[in-house]
């Protein structure tokens, strides 16, 4: 029978006054792999707090191993026993594997370490349980397959029953995650409970036994497996739809790569054809850190040419691609494309200089500014201090910096990453007004998420070369299917 | 001392050590007023390190379990809660524990539960008819029935009498999960002469435990799911246009018994499914508005379930407008019923 892990009944929590959890009830059971999908991050990171610790609560029960840990009268700040696996390595750098297994962990108080006897138990624990690992390779030299490994078995061995999966696909290729979901689900079948969070309904449907929607802080629907259609969640997500027709299409090539390589790796090929939106899918994560040094300018390929309008911009700098027409969108704009020392304006209007020649710009030029996008950003273009402005107003202000330059190329490096459903929905219709706009864009990514549903071609990245080509009615095709 | 049960005895031992506290400040000062500044100087550290652990004492012996207590109460006069009050972990004294258990044994939880069965077989029934003058005469429609060759006549009519057998018979609180889903599909099978083949009914579950025991032979409270079944139809599925489906799973863990029933109904809107919820959250919603605004056989199975198991399990409800509802039960695993029908054996 299944053993009952975790249990929340009637879980509800209020910060400042404010229900940021309300009336959560689920449970978790051994061997179950749960997903967990936010729409919004109401009550996200206090649910996951909740999890692993026994902080006070407004109301309801939380049971850990079928035993009262937690209560609206008495919460003792204990700590249970769940590991998280996530972007942020728990494993220590300059100790082996086996010390960071064995020797880190909670409860450990020998004296006098034994290596060899370390390893030999470590050995024999991952030939129980099924898993290949080099356990002599030093901590830093794992990869990211072989460090979430090695903190699973970790959290096996340290006797954690349950086991938080914190947004794998931001830090995993679609190869990788499916190769660590097997691990996942063997490790399931071994007794261990896993909660998976994750942006995207697709990759719960795919890697859980049971999805919880949750929004506002309240559960909205709980999918079994046999629930797990796109008709069933269709309901409860606001289905972007691409009004692709907007955009002119012109069939010109704008952008072209021909044979370029960095550092003896290989020669990748492609073309971007003019007022249209290009995406790599980069499934091992190889090219991704070379394509965008290329594309901002900071590395200059050892091979190859780069094409812009038939002129060629590969020995250019990154002082030259604002100039060429190319702005890249770095990943997470609001932290890496904003100034929150500038107003709104000042940010809005930063790159206009390089355009106009001038770094003044003229009064008239400001106002007429401020009037046409006043109109789109609203109240909050009058604003001195950007840190007080909401999530969406600032990637409305990043994508309208761009809007405001027009240029020939832009670069948009994993777009949707990190968004919830609410925020991934605002970014696509961001970009929708970038094509509208007659903006050509290349999108960069690791994970196909939300990203087809505004490009018009796919390219599939593996082993740092392009192996695949699909147009929209292709790849509208596998994905319908 | 400060960890004693009681409340009462914890505060006397504050008490004395706040005496304790006073006596030791009082020879301070006649230190000072002496030539004894080291002898003073150490007294001091010492005074604050006993002010100090003194203080964290009062906090977790006292302060805590005061709070924890009001909000015990707090909820009880919201009807929220009805075991917590009676089984406080920190009662103020034994007297005061003594009283509560009084006052529990006097209030009666069974016939609590009693009243609430009866209502869900008020509500099955729906009206005052005999039911066994009801049953007598639907039998005799099915042998006329029969002998006049009208065999659907008399399938129905069997259907109907087997359904108010079902509901009149069982006395005990607790019935095994066979005999609950039997009488739905008795239900449904009814139904089904009203809305064809409009509605459809899959019931899952798992196969049997590990243990070898035949999970159907579980124990849930009699008429807990055919009630939330005739909401899910109509309430659901009546106002759906084309088929409807109508969904029970049943799934245990080591310690729980899970039902959930779902249709893919016209589902509710926000401000109706938090006004069921937060129904769903009270023990005893008064009788006034549960009628005025509906709802009540879900409350009633609420609050069955409560009574019976504790605070911990229950009904909660998910919805949203086109995406049906869900309807999910939580109880504990129940394997034989207990003479006072309450859950053991858990």
New interface residues.
């Given amino acids: 029978?299944?053993?009952?892990i975790l249990?929340f009944?009637?879980v509800t929590l209020k910060v400042k006054n404010e229900k940021v959890l309300n009336?959560v009830?689920f449970?978790v059971?051994s061997g179950e792999v749960i997903g967990l999908l936010f729409r919004n991050d109401r009550g996200e990171k206090e649910l996951k707090s909740l999890i692993r610790f026994n902080s006070q609560i407004s109301?309801g029960?939380i049971?850990f191993e079928?035993n009262?840990v937690n209560n609206?009268?008495?919460s003792d700040l204990s700590a249970n026993r769940v590991a998280v696996i996530q972007e942020e390595v728990s494993l220590i750098p300059g100790l082996s594997i086996a010390d960071n297994v064995f020797v880190m962990r909670r409860g450990f108080r020998k004296f006098h370490i034994k290596e060899s006897v370390l390893e030999n138990q470590l050995e024999r624990a991952l030939e129980e349980i099924g898993i290949q690992l080099d356990i002599h390779k030093p901590v830093e030299r794992l990869t990211v397959l072989e460090r979430c490994i090695t903190e699973l078995i970790k959290a096996w061995l340290g006797g954690n029953r349950l086991v938080i999966l914190d947004y794998l696909s931001n830090f995993m290729s679609p190869r990788l995650l499916w190769k660590f979901n097997q691990i996942v689900r063997h490790m399931a079948d071994k007794g261990m409970a896993f909660l998976y969070v994750c942006h995207h309904h697709e990759e719960g449907f795919r890697y859980t036994d049971r999805l919880i929607l949750f929004s506002d802080g309240m559960?909205?629907?709980?999918f079994?497996k046999d629930d797990m259609t796109e008709e069933?969640i269709r309901?409860?997500i606001q289905y972007f739809k691409a009004n692709k027709g907007m955009a002119k299409r012109e069939e010109d090539i704008l952008f072209e790569a021909k044979g370029i390589s960095c550092e003896g790796r290989e020669e990748i090929s492609f073309r971007i054809q003019a007022g249209k939106t290009t995406t790599i899918l980069d499934m091992d994560n190889q090219l991704m850190g070379d394509l965008i040094g290329i594309l901002s300018g900071e590395i200059i390929p050892d091979r190859g040419r780069l094409i812009l309008e038939g002129n060629d911009i590969t020995e250019s700098t990154v002082s030259d691609r604002l100039r060429e027409g190319i702005i890249l969108m770095p990943e997470d704009p609001i932290r890496n494309f904003l100034f929150p020392c500038h107003s709104y304006m000042e940010n809005l209007t930063f790159l206009l200089d390089r355009k106009l020649g001038t770094s003044i710009l003229p009064r008239k030029y400001m106002r007429s500014i401020r009037d046409e996008y006043g109109r789109l950003a609203g109240d909050s273009i009058d604003a001195k201090d950007i840190t007080r402005l909401s999530e969406e107003q600032l990637y409305m202000l990043a994508y309208l910096r761009v809007r405001l330059y027009h240029p020939k190329l832009l670069v948009l490096v994993q777009p949707v990453m990190n968004e919830t459903m609410y925020g991934r929905q605002n970014i696509l219709r961001l970009i929708e007004m970038m094509q509208g706009e007659h903006i050509t864009i290349l999108i960069l990514t690791t994970a196909v998420s939300d990203n087809l549903k505004v490009s018009d071609q796919l390219l599939i990245a593996r082993k740092g070369k392009i192996v695949a080509e699909y147009s929209e009615r292709e790849f509208s095709s596998f994905t319908d299917g | 001392m400060l960890r004693g049960k009681y409340l009462a005895g914890r505060m006397k031992w504050f008490a004395v050590f706040l005496l304790l506290l006073a006596v030791i400040q009082f020879l301070l000062l006649g230190m000072e007023l002496t030539r004894w500044k080291l002898m003073s100087g150490i007294l001091m550290v010492f005074l604050l390190m006993y002010f100090l652990i003194l203080m964290y004492l009062g906090y977790r012996w006292l302060y805590?379990p005061i709070?924890?207590?009001s909000?015990?109460k707090t909820?009880f006069l919201k009807s929220?809660v009805f075991d917590?009050f009676f089984h406080m972990?920190c009662p103020f004294s034994k007297e005061d524990e003594a009283v509560l258990a009084m006052l529990e044994e006097m209030l009666d939880r069974n016939n609590m539960v009693a009243i609430a069965q009866k209502e869900s077989e008020y509500l099955a029934l729906q009206n005052q008819i005999n039911p066994h003058f009801l049953y007598n005469t639907l039998e005799s429609i099915r042998a006329e029935a029969l002998i006049a060759g009208e065999e659907q006549i008399a399938e129905m009519t069997e259907a109907l009498a087997t359904f108010f057998r079902y509901t009149i018979s069982k006395v005990g609180h607790l019935v095994t999960l066979d005999d609950e889903l039997s009488n739905i599909e008795n239900y449904y099978f009814i139904q089904r002469y009203r809305f064809g083949d409009r509605i459809s009914l899959q019931i899952s579950y798992d196969s049997g435990?590990?243990?070898g025991e035949d999970i159907l032979m579980y124990r849930i409270p009699k008429l807990s799911i055919q009630p939330i079944v005739e909401n899910a139809i109509y309430h659901g599925l009546e106002k759906k246009m084309g088929g409807g489906l109508l969904k029970i799973?049943i799934?245990?863990?080591?310690?729980?018994l899970?039902i959930?029933v779902s249709d893919n109904g016209i589902?509710m809107d926000e401000a109706r499914l938090e006004e069921v919820?937060r129904k769903l959250?009270c023990l005893y919603p008064s009788q006034d508005e549960s009628r005025r605004k509906g709802g009540i056989a879900l409350q009633n199975v609420n609050s069955r379930i409560r009574l019976l198991f504790g605070?911990?399990?229950?009904i909660?409800v998910?919805s949203?407008?086109?995406?049906g509802t869900?309807v999910?039960m939580?109880m504990p695993l129940v394997r034989e019923e207990r003479a006072d029908g309450a859950g053991g054996n858990v």
């Fill in positions: 029978m299944k053993e009952e249990r009944h009637s009336d009830s449970c059971t109301n029960r049971y079928n009262l609206y009268y008495k559960i909205k629907k709980k079994d069933n309901p409860f | 805590l709070k924890a207590n909000r015990i909820r929220q917590d972990q435990t590990e243990d799973r799934q245990t863990t080591d310690s729980h899970v959930m589902g919820n959250a605070d911990g399990y229950g909660k998910y949203r407008p086109g995406a869900d999910e939580i």
